[in-house]
């Protein structure tokens, strides 16, 4: 196990490396590598990785606590059974990663690219989606309630069992997906029926 504490890294190369179980606090990363990395069960705290490559990297049982990943690729990544806690996501691709068992509570994840990923039965309340891709996801039994979906896109999303009420879902596409046995609030509902064309009075 290792700790690395208040430090900065610039387009340094850690591709490939062994950082399971590590501790980082306080640290900051731009654009550096991380493809390949074996990161499981490490632990990052405030930290920030900016324009950073984790493709193919591992991260399973990883904690992260008000740490930023902005627009960093983690295509490919295995992010099972990690935990984001009131982390900034925004910009950052998610392309063929693995997401099943992950814990995500608070934060933003706007303008984040999730498509086709599992998030089936997850806890996604008061999360920011502001933009975000969740096209073709898994995300049957989801819980979206009071999370800002403001002009995300849902196309073809598998959404039965989800739980809308509360969310901000301005500018999104109703008619992209189906809604068969999606929860949704009075607001929703409203602005589902003017998507086509009714007149509400």
């Known amino acids: 196990m290792f700790s690395y504490e208040d430090k900065h890294y610039t387009a340094t190369d850690f591709s490939g490396s062994m950082m399971r179980e590590g501790e980082l606090i306080r640290c900051t ?5 991380f493809r390949g990395t074996e990161l499981d069960e490490c632990t990052t705290l405030s930290c920030q990785f900016i324009d950073c490559d984790f493709s193919g990297a591992s991260f399973n049982g990883s904690i992260h606590k008000g740490s930023a990943f902005t627009n960093c690729i983690f295509a490919n990544t295995n992010l099972f059974v990690s935990k984001f806690e009131e982390c900034k996501m925004v910009g950052s691709d998610f392309s063929g990663a693995n997401l099943d068992a992950i814990t995500i509570l608070g934060g933003d994840w706007s303008y984040t690219n999730l498509r086709q990923t599992n998030l089936t039965k997850q806890q996604l309340r008061k999360i920011r989606f502001v933009e975000a891709d969740l096209s073709d996801c898994k995300l049957e039994k989801a819980d979206f309630r009071d999370s800002d979906l403001t002009h995300a896109r849902l196309s073809k999303a598998m959404l039965k069992g989800a739980d809308f009420r509360g969310a901000k879902m301005d500018g999104v596409d109703f008619k992209a997906f ?7 609030d009075i607001a ?5 029926a003017r998507s086509y064309g009714a007149k509400l009075e």
Do not use: P
């Not at 990363?29 to 590598?33: A, E, N, P, Q, V």
């Not at 929703?188 to 589902?192: H, K, R, S, T, V």
């Open 178 to 184: 189906d809604l068969t046995g999606v929860r949704i």
């Open 188 to 192: 929703q509902a409203m602005a589902l």
């Open 29 to 33: 990363f731009t654009k550096c590598r």
